[in-house]
């Protein structure tokens, strides 16, 4: 069984595929957060869009574990389910004072914004949201890559290559954009997010290519004066 096949829409094969992969790679622990924390922050992140309206209850919830988050980690993740455009620095020193370190801030961003993504996407193709998967168990790995230094964010960040080294030409081959490496302090939330925006937005290799068109119903001009709605909207700062 797919994890669309209740969608009376046809959902593109790569789509579905990564979106599939995503779900499955939480039943894993991650860089900072067993599997059941990571549950628990996107169980958590639902529970606020639920109360906020902006999501409905799944008929299937699917395994929420027994595990209580600390009251900093909580805040930022209904912050950023619900009101992420009022995030600010105050907001993440503040964060950081109450406990939380700048690695595991950086994975509950990656966490909330990769499965609201997903949340989304079940909304408007008009289906449940899809059941969390069982935890396994086991400690994260808590890699941390040295190459990482303050550049233009709040948090580390590894530089593109020669200075981010050879970590840096594997996450990002010759070159990324700042917005793309903002997540790097955690490499593997990197990697999530690079390998879903190559299937939901566009390869990275043709992003200088204009008249590229990776999506059968949309021009690249189109695909981009969406996002630049979606952004204003959202009121997105960056």
């Known amino acids: 069984m797919s994890l669309y096949d209740d969608s ?37 992140a639902r529970q606020s869009a639920y109360h906020a309206g902006t999501l409905e209850k799944p008929t299937n919830p699917g395994i929420v574990p027994n595990v209580e988050l600390s009251d900093v980690a909580r805040r930022v993740v209904k912050r950023l389910a619900i009101a992420p455009k009022d995030m600010d620095q105050k907001f993440y020193n503040q964060a950081i004072e109450d406990g939380l370190t700048d690695s595991q801030y950086v994975e509950i961003v990656g966490l909330v914004a990769r499965f609201t993504c997903f949340d989304i996407f079940a909304r408007g193709i008009d289906i449940p949201l899809r059941p969390l998967p069982s935890p396994t168990s086991g400690p994260p790995s808590q890699k941390r890559p040295k190459e990482a230094v303050i550049e233009k964010a709040w948090v580390p960040t590894i530089p593109n290559f020669p200075e981010g080294g050879e970590i840096s030409k594997v996450l990002f081959g010759p070159w990324q954009p700042y917005i793309m490496r903002g997540l790097s302090l955690v490499p593997d939330e990197f990697t999530a997010h690079f390998d879903l925006e190559e299937v939901q937005y566009m390869p990275s290799a043709h992003f200088l290519e204009f008249d590229y068109q990776h999506h059968e119903g949309l021009t690249r001009p189109q695909v981009e004066i969406v996002a630049a709605r979606v952004s204003a909207l959202n009121e997105c700062f960056y």
């Open 8 to 44: 009376t829409y046809p959902v593109r094969k790569d789509i579905e595929d990564i979106h599939a992969d995503q779900f499955d790679q939480l039943k894993t622990p991650g860089t900072w957060g067993t599997s059941e924390q990571r549950l628990t922050i996107i169980n958590e």
